[in-house]
T-cell receptor, first 115, second 112 residues
């Protein structure tokens, strides 16, 4: 069974640009989570999607947004990139909102460097 | 609000020595606690959860509600235990579902 897959694995952008990161959950998982792992800051919760809807949002500005598609894959969009957005962006998936599940399976991440 | 605190950024021990990675939490309800581990060049993965009350790779963790702690322990450290360890708390959200909050992580380095 394929795990959580993320693309691209690495990318470099310049300040002010926009980026889209993609995530495919484990088959059967309907919840997708996005975390930012910046150096020295640990894992910061960004967004949670379940059944196509945004269920919760972390303390990030509106230029961080995303969506979940009918096949449960998800995109994370970051507009007007800033230097401090440089980080590893992790996607995780789990069984759905009403399953009571709270164990996450993580992808390998997308490493974003903003110059 | 839910919060997880891992006071040590780096813990260095010698092989064969006991290990204790500290984790304290703040949560008004009944939490579920986890330890996740990230080995070098590998994905973040679940190590153990408190409701399982099991030992994984020799590690154990006991939830102490009085001290709001969930420290990770291993009696004899092995070189392969070197990794980044994250404590996490799952709390219920209004409207259903759970939110997983992570600590800032502790880098464990086991020296020969």
């Amino acid at each position: 069974e394929a795990g959580v897959t993320q693309s691209p694995t690495h990318l470099i952008k310049t300040r002010g640009q926009q980026v889209t990161l993609r995530c495919s959950p484990i088959s059967g998982h309907t919840s997708v989570y996005w975390y930012q792992q910046a150096l020295g800051l640990g894992l910061q919760f960004l967004l949670w999607y379940d059944e196509g809807e945004e269920r919760n949002r972390g303390n990030f500005p509106p230029r961080f947004s995303g969506r979940q598609f009918p096949n449960y894959s998800s995109e994370l969009n970051v507009n007007a990139l800033e230097l401090e957005d440089s980080a590893l962006y992790l996607c995780a998936s789990s069984l759905g909102l009403y399953s009571g599940a709270n164990v996450l399976t993580f992808g390998a991440g997308s490493r974003l460097t903003v110059l | 609000a839910q919060r997880v605190t891992q006071p040590e950024k780096l813990l260095s021990v010698f092989k064969g020595a006991p290990v204790e990675l500290k984790c304290n939490y703040s949560y008004s309800g009944s939490p579920e606690l986890f330890w996740y581990v990230q080995y070098s060049r590998q994905r973040l993965q679940l190590l153990l959860r408190h409701i399982s009350r099991e030992s994984i790779k020799g590690f154990t963790a006991d939830l102490n509600k009085g001290e709001t702690s969930f420290h990770l322990k291993k009696p004899f450290a092995q070189e392969e235990d070197s990794a980044m360890y994250y404590c996490a708390l799952s709390g219920r959200l209004t409207g259903g579902g759970n939110k997983l909050t992570f600590g800032t992580g502790t880098q464990l380095k086991v020296e020969l």
